[in-house]
């Protein structure tokens, strides 16, 4: 487990238990249903991520940019 996760699970617990406390509305889904699709949500982006990093651009070539300028009209 990498130190950034524990730091992130442990604020989230400190959140909760404020908002627990002092009786705020909690930010996040308070069931356990709507917990788990955001945990399935963000496992998909992940998944997601992970798959399209390992394949190669093939439309490099044709992305413009910050200017626009493409490929082609650099000449």
């Known amino acids: 487990m990498s130190w950034?996760?524990?730091v992130g699970l442990s604020l989230g617990l400190a959140i909760g238990l404020g908002c627990r406390w002092l009786g705020i509305p909690v930010p996040a889904p308070p069931m356990l249903v709507g917990a788990s699709l955001v945990v399935a949500m963000t496992s998909g982006y992940l998944?997601?991520?992970?798959?399209?990093a390992t394949r190669p651009a093939h439309h490099r070539p044709?992305?413009?940019g910050p200017?626009?300028?493409?490929?082609?009209?650099?000449t």
Do not use: N, P, V
């Not at 998944?47 to 399209?52: G, R």
């Not at 200017?67 to 650099?74: C, F, I, K, L, Y």
């Open 67 to 74: 200017s626009g300028d493409t490929q082609e009209t650099r």
């Open 62 to 64: 044709d992305c413009g």
């Open 4 to 6: 950034k996760f524990c």
């Open 47 to 52: 998944l997601a991520d992970h798959f399209i």
